[in-house]
């Protein structure tokens, strides 16, 4: 419907605005009529588009409808004149539109090949320019999005250190910065956010929810304005204690709390650990058009909630500010840089400027220019088909339009009745264009990485379908003018059969356009080749675990049966032994408790029908990468007198986990419930108790090249537990297909409080037990929250969104380009067989045999083909030099890939000709020379 | 409107359909496309074709666009569901009822005339 409102607007505005409403509840009213019926509801779009056009073509040139058959009635109002002039052009014209309806529909081969092609390539235009012109072409929705820039605190000698790979360089300031920051000359405003996972524990709804913690000034720069209530102000940048207000973004409202407008004043219950549950009230509502930097928060509370004790020197808080006027983003990087290294820290902070339309798009505007480009080229290649089929339809019409000519049609009039007549078919195409891109541009949302910003707000509106119809009426009568001109200056004298068979000798035009959309063709093919391998040879790296039938879900306990009191290592150091021994009895017990508490969920899960295995783990989920920084742990062999440190990531694991995963033990054995020890071997502060561990490869690798199993690790101060390796797995990746191994460490859960996913096999689709999961946990404890469920593969899927995107676009396109220059390929072999039938006779007359006359017809085709990988491979390895950014493991002038990509090309235009050239050896000559 | 209803005679058989149907009750245009199909078959009239056809016959004086009854409404209502009280309604100006009248004698005149000279024969039921 929406497709159908969109093409009201070819009525004029008044016209529109006064029945547009009726006319497309009519229309819905007759689709409702023909529900459930393919035919009849495709027939209806078919003839109420048509009836639209037509009509709306009428209303434009002001042909009223004519209600009376009386005749000479003569109104001499001048108005009535003046619409009686416009009649005259309009029923000339409307004779000319007839004409020209009525000869697309009589030859409804050349008609609908036309449309489809042109279809095809405008709606594949007009879906990426959608996106386009929503991502790149529309300016970031915040003011002066240009001087916005992110303010990060960079560790450079992080940078090697494999926990802090995607973090290093974005990193947070410190809270005195901010608000030095803010007095700096080098920037307008100062804005800073932090965000937190946290759970929104309202009566009867929770759920896991980002919350971000924003200054005011934050939301300034973002123009965020309020629907309701009102923003955060400057008290409540700085107040710890009073601050006990929230902001509901758009969305929120809408879904949690039902876009009811009397939401001011409620109570919002948040908690970010067990036991830590407050109260907000709510004080405003943002407006639907406010778009944030990232990924949308559900809350937003702020800055000022920010404990005191954050406040003095530890960075805690991002950073994005406004450049002031004429300050340029390096000048402001060295007025920064003092500043975020801070004057007392011993932390060697410095400082990272980028700007934020950089930053957000920066990676994005090649990839998507690139596939904006394959549409353009998917274009070009419809275009040149339907320019060879005009081409070949005025070769075939010269007869009938000297005719024409000689009864005395003018050429003034040829022209414009075949301009018409293009206008007709381009406007058609373009609407059947328009339909594809409404139809086409949510799946291709859909498609796309989710991080694109902007995404939200691509649609197919007005500039949009404008684009469309431009481009349908654009390529008609640019590629319609060749054929038109030619035809129009046909003379009477060459209405004889002479002339007839001259020109057919001569159908080089449409053979060089068949040529070039070949070349076209293969560049489309390469591409999608190029980005098919790419994502081929990313996917085709081992995981080092088996994500098939790999549910995931992610808790957080809400309830413990005791009062959490972590001290931190340094009051740990500074315990006496008595008091570190009743910590760790205290721990233990609590550790007890919890282990208890998380086999009871696995064994009930475990108990599913279609589960096959279930384990738990800590925070270091393989792609569950929503932290920034993943616990890590310094590890050296214990023993080694050189001290080497290896820094691996801690896994904290149930004893089923390398079974769930997939991951077989490469060496020694898997975790024994029997290892989680007795209480007494933790308990105890003894340095010589040690924990069981098992190590991945790499970490054996670097640290017991001659075998890990039986030897001891020992953690660098201040941890110093020391662990026994009992076993090798293999390595894993951790965030990315491309990342190289990482050193692990996996331990059983006894070291942690609570676990923050489960992992569930199934031998079926994970997703599908999804929900069973859900209730079992609630069944089993109503203060276990589940935060986020997913499946593993969909977790994967997200890091090669880009890469997937990109393949499956670009072999769309190539796929596409193939079929329409196969229907090139087959139009210009039977235009041409059509042509050659008498000299094909006389040549079968002659003695050549069903063989000679295909091969003659395969030549021309191969001929065609020759010229047009000759014309497409430079074209092509132009092209793919534009992609090798983007590529992976392949070269961009890859003879495999370009020799497939040939051979493929064609092998489809010869089978194209096929049909043709058999048809050919099939001809009688006795009937063609006859004729 | 300054009309001579004989300027507009004789009536296109769709135009004067139309103004029969709209001359007992105020319509919406599906409810006059559905009585119009009922009466003659075929493919409904399509939104453009008909609201052009509206439209002209507005600009002609011929009918206009009113308030319905509550009767109306409520029938209109119970005939196309919930959707109805949103459309507008177009009913007979007085030159249209004229014009309907008119053209309706003219037709009587022209089946009188054929019964007289024995082309059908039987009276209407």
Redesign the interface.
């Known amino acids: 419907m929406r497709f159908y409102r969109l093409l009201l607007h070819l009525?004029p505005r008044t016209?529109r605005e006064?029945?547009g409403?009726?006319?497309?509840?009519?229309?819905a009213?007759?689709l409702q009529a023909v529900r459930g019926r393919p035919i009849g509801v495709a027939g209806l779009w078919a003839?109420?588009v048509g009836?639209?056009i037509?009509?709306?073509v009428?209303?434009r040139l002001r042909v009223?409808?004519?209600?009376?058959?009386?005749p000479g009635?003569v109104d001499r109002s001048p108005s009535r004149l003046a619409r009686r002039a416009w009649l005259a052009v309009g029923s000339d014209l409307s004779r000319d539109f007839r004409l020209g309806t009525r000869r697309l529909v009589k030859a409804p081969a050349f008609t609908l090949i036309s449309v489809v092609t042109l279809g095809l390539g405008i709606g594949s235009a007009t879906a990426l320019f959608s996106v386009v012109d929503a991502v790149l072409l529309r300016p970031l929705p915040w003011p002066e999005a240009k001087r916005l820039v992110s303010i990060y605190g960079v560790r450079p000698d992080r940078a090697a250190n494999p926990a802090f790979a995607s973090s290093w360089n974005r990193g947070q300031v410190s809270w005195p910065a901010w608000h030095q920051l803010r007095e700096s000359a080098a920037f307008e405003a100062v804005g800073v956010w932090r965000r937190s996972r946290q759970i929104f524990t309202n009566p009867g709804i929770e759920d896991g929810v980002d919350v971000w913690y924003v200054s005011k000034s934050f939301l300034s720069l973002l123009g965020a304005d309020e629907a309701m209530g009102r923003l955060f102000n400057a008290d409540e940048d700085d107040d710890y204690v009073q601050a006990e207000t929230i902001i509901l973004p758009h969305e929120t409202w809408l879904r949690r709390f039902g876009g009811r407008p009397d939401v001011i004043g409620e109570k919002v219950h948040l908690a970010y650990q067990p036991g830590s549950e407050r109260v907000a009230s709510i004080i405003g509502v943002l407006r639907a058009d406010v778009r944030f930097t990232d990924q949308p928060p559900d809350f937003l509370l702020p800055i000022g909630q920010t404990p005191p004790v954050s406040r003095t020197g530890t960075p805690v808080v991002f950073a994005i500010g406004r450049l002031a006027p004429g300050v340029s983003i390096e000048a402001a990087a060295a007025a920064a840089e003092p500043i975020v290294r801070g004057a007392e820290s011993p932390d060697s902070r410095s400082a990272r400027l980028v700007s934020l339309p950089d930053e957000l798009l920066g990676s994005a505007r090649r990839p998507l220019w690139v596939l904006f480009g394959a549409a353009g080229i998917l274009l070009l290649v419809a275009c040149a088909n339907v320019a060879g089929l005009l081409i070949a339809e005025a070769r075939a019409r010269r007869h009938e339009i000297a005719v024409r000519v000689s009864l005395g049609c003018g050429r003034a009039r040829v022209l414009r009745q075949l301009t018409v007549e293009h206008l007709l078919l381009g406007t058609v195409a373009a609407a059947a264009g328009l339909g594809l891109a409404v139809w086409m541009t949510p799946l291709l949302v859909a498609m796309a990485p989710a991080r694109l910003p902007g995404l939200a707000s691509v649609a197919v509106d007005l500039r949009v379908a404008g684009f469309a119809m431009g481009l349908g009426v654009l390529t008609v009568l640019i590629f319609g003018a060749g054929p038109a001109l030619t035809l129009s200056s046909t003379r009477p004298t060459s209405f004889s059969s002479d002339s007839r068979s001259a020109t057919a000798r001569h159908p080089a035009a449409h053979r060089a356009i068949v040529a070039g959309e070949l070349g076209l063709a293969l560049i489309l093919l390469v591409c999608a080749s190029l980005f098919g391998e790419t994502l081929l040879r990313l996917t085709s790296r081992p995981l080092g675990f088996d994500p098939s039938g790999l549910a995931v879900i992610s808790v957080e306990s809400m309830k413990l049966p005791f009062e959490v009191q972590s001290p931190t290592v340094e009051q740990y150091l500074a315990m006496s032994r008595a008091e570190r021994v009743a910590h760790h009895d205290a721990h233990h017990r609590r550790l007890q408790t919890t282990w208890t508490h998380t086999a009871g969920v696995l064994q009930r899960l475990n108990a599913l029908p279609g589960v096959v295995a279930a384990a738990a783990q800590g925070l270091n989920l393989p792609f569950g990468g929503r932290l920034s920084s993943v616990p890590s742990v310094p590890l050296s062999a214990e023993g080694d007198p050189s001290g080497r440190l290896e820094t691996a990531f801690n896994q904290i694991v149930t004893d089923d986990y390398f079974e769930t995963m997939g991951m077989p033990i490469v060496r020694g054995r898997g975790f024994a419930s029997a290892d989680r020890g007795e209480p007494a071997a933790i308990t105890s502060a003894d340095r010589s108790a040690s924990t069981q561990a098992i190590v991945s490869r790499e970490l054996e690798r670097r640290l017991f090249p001659d075998g890990a199993v039986g030897r001891r690790l020992v953690a660098a101060p201040p941890y110093r537990s020391v662990y026994e390796v009992i076993g090798v797995v293999p390595d894993i990746k951790q965030r990315q297909f491309t990342e190289a191994p990482r050193p692990s460490l996996y331990v059983l859960d006894s070291m942690v409080t609570t676990i923050h996913h489960l992992l569930v096999k199934t031998a079926g689709d994970p997703a599908a037990i999804l929900p069973a999961v859900r209730q079992t946990i609630r069944d089993y404890d109503p203060s276990m929250i589940v935060t986020s469920t997913t499946t593993m593969e969909e977790l994967i899927g997200e890091t090669i969104a880009h890469e997937r995107f990109r393949a499956r676009l670009s072999s769309a396109f190539g796929g596409a380009a193939l079929l329409l220059a196969a229907i090139g390929i087959y139009s210009l072999a039977a235009r041409r067989v059509a042509e050659r039938r008498r000299e094909i006779g006389v040549r079968v007359a002659l003695g050549a045999r069903p063989i000679h006359v295909r091969r003659l017809v395969l030549r021309e085709t191969l001929l065609a083909v020759t010229v047009g990988l000759l014309l497409g491979i430079p074209l092509a390895v132009v092209t793919s030099q534009l992609v090798r950014s983007l590529l992976f493991e392949v070269s961009p002038t890859s003879p495999r890939v370009f020799g497939l990509a040939a051979a493929v090309l064609a092998t489809v235009a010869l089978a194209a000709t096929v049909l043709p050239a058999s048809r050919a050896s099939r001809i009688d000559p006795m009937l063609v020379l006859r004729e | 409107m300054a009309w001579d209803v004989r300027?507009?005679?004789?009536?296109?058989p769709l135009?004067f359909q139309a103004l029969v149907v709209l001359a007992d009750a105020d319509r919406?245009?599906?409810s006059l496309?559905q009585e119009l199909q009922r009466r003659n078959g075929g493919?409904?009239l399509?939104?453009?074709?008909?609201?052009?056809?509206?439209?002209?016959?507005v600009?002609?004086g011929?009918i206009d666009v009113v308030e319905p009854s509550p009767r109306e409404r409520a029938r209109a209502a119970a005939d196309?569901g919930a959707?109805a009280e949103?459309?507008?309604y177009f009913g007979l100006t007085s030159f249209g009822r004229e014009v309907a009248r008119a053209e309706a004698r003219r037709l009587e005149a022209l089946v009188q005339e054929s019964r007289r000279k024995r082309l059908i024969t039987t009276r209407p039921r």
């Open positions: 009525f016209f006064a029945n409403a009726d006319m497309a509840r009519q229309f009213d007759e003839r109420g009836d639209v037509w009509h709306a009428l209303a009223g409808w004519t209600l009376s058959d009386a009635q | 300027h507009v005679l004789p009536l296109k135009v919406h245009g599906w496309v493919n409904r399509l939104p453009g074709n008909l609201y052009r056809l509206l439209n002209s016959m600009a002609e011929l196309t959707n949103r459309r507008r």
